[in-house]
């Protein structure tokens, strides 16, 4: 939408509503997500002067995501509903108990606003139609501190990183992804959600290399997994939910059961196979620290 068309149609949005906004009681309880702007929450409003659409929060969120039906979006009547909220909020009014800080990039990261309890402002320039992530307490441990380690959410147990990206010490080459390692047979978690486009089972041995991979189109980016013993349902084409059960740990494509661990491989676009790692000396793969941040992990 042209800022003209916005500004036009948020001029309309006020005339119809008129004097109700003062129509919406606080319930007792904020419930998040329901489109409407309660005590306790967070809420960005499509246009300027918490206008037209709301979109109520009462957690931080990383990453909005882009495209329906993934992304975070408007809930509430007016102008926008339905529309994604990423790089789209004209305003907000924080009515929840921490100061809440709306950033320009994904994960809590670059040029910020914050919203003190109480404050209802329009963002300012830079931020308005450019908010990418919000946290609640900046700082105090509600969102950046909050995230989880990769290594505990790739097994819903705790796990162990033994060789971090590009991180070989005794083999020739440049790691491409993160290996962590818990004990043969666990439960092998989803990281990301996004579609299954490949999986190749593999067998137990160094020759047997298994591959799992998961596009998510609104990050447009594919997460790998290598070395696991694939579940016998996963089907490709199938949706993978973050956080679903997708194999068992296991040391397909590894030399010994000793050294069993699964390889997290994060690569830009739709890709069905790893990048290769051992005896290759060209890094394909960009870091994938701030990528594993936006997504509500540190690399640990
Ligand atoms: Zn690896």
């Not at 809420?43 to 909005?64: A, E, H, I, K, R």
């Not at 609640?136 to 441990?141: A, K, L, T, V």
């Not at 989880?148 to 080459?173: E, P, Q, R, V, W």
């Not at 998510?216 to 089907?235: C, D």
């Amino acid at each position: 939408m042209t800022m003209l068309t916005k500004i036009l149609t948020a001029t309309t949005a006020t005339v119809a509503l008129g004097g109700s906004l003062l129509a919406t009681a606080a319930p007792a309880s904020a419930a998040a997500r329901d489109g409407v702007c309660q005590s306790g929450e967070f809420c960005y409003y499509f246009n300027s002067n918490t206008q037209g659409s709301l979109s109520d929060f009462t957690t931080s969120v990383p990453n909005y995501n882009t495209t329906q039906p993934t992304c975070y979006d408007y809930k509430g009547p007016g102008n926008g509903k339905g529309k994604c909220i990423k790089n789209a909020a004209a305003s907000a009014w924080n009515r929840s108990g921490k100061t809440v800080r709306v950033y320009f990039n994904s994960g809590y990261s670059g040029a910020y606003q914050d919203f003190a309890p109480g404050a209802k402002a329009n963002l300012k320039s830079g931020l308005k139609n450019q908010n990418a992530s919000h946290e609640f307490g900046p700082g105090s441990g509600s969102g950046s501190g909050s995230r989880k380690a990769m290594s505990t959410s790739l097994y819903s147990a705790s796990g162990t990183i033994t060789c971090g990206f590009d991180g070989y010490k005794n083999t020739a080459g440049r790691h491409e992804g993160i290996d962590i390692a818990r004990g043969v047979g666990a439960n092998v978690y989803a990281l990301t959600a996004g579609q299954l486009i490949n999986v190749a089972r593999g067998s137990t041995g160094r020759s047997g290399l298994s591959t799992i991979a998961v596009y998510n189109s609104s990050l447009n980016k594919t997460v790998i997994y290598l070395h696991s013993a694939p579940l016998s349902s996963l089907r490709v084409g199938q949706t993978i939910r973050k956080g679903q059960v997708i194999a068992k740990e296991s040391w397909h494509g590894v030399s010994s059961k000793g050294a069993a661990h699964t390889h997290v491989e994060m690569r830009p676009g739709r890709q069905t196979r790893a990048a290769k790692s051992v005896g290759d000396s060209r890094l394909e793969n960009p870091n994938p620290t701030s990528f594993w941040n936006s997504q509500g992990y540190s690399v640990r």
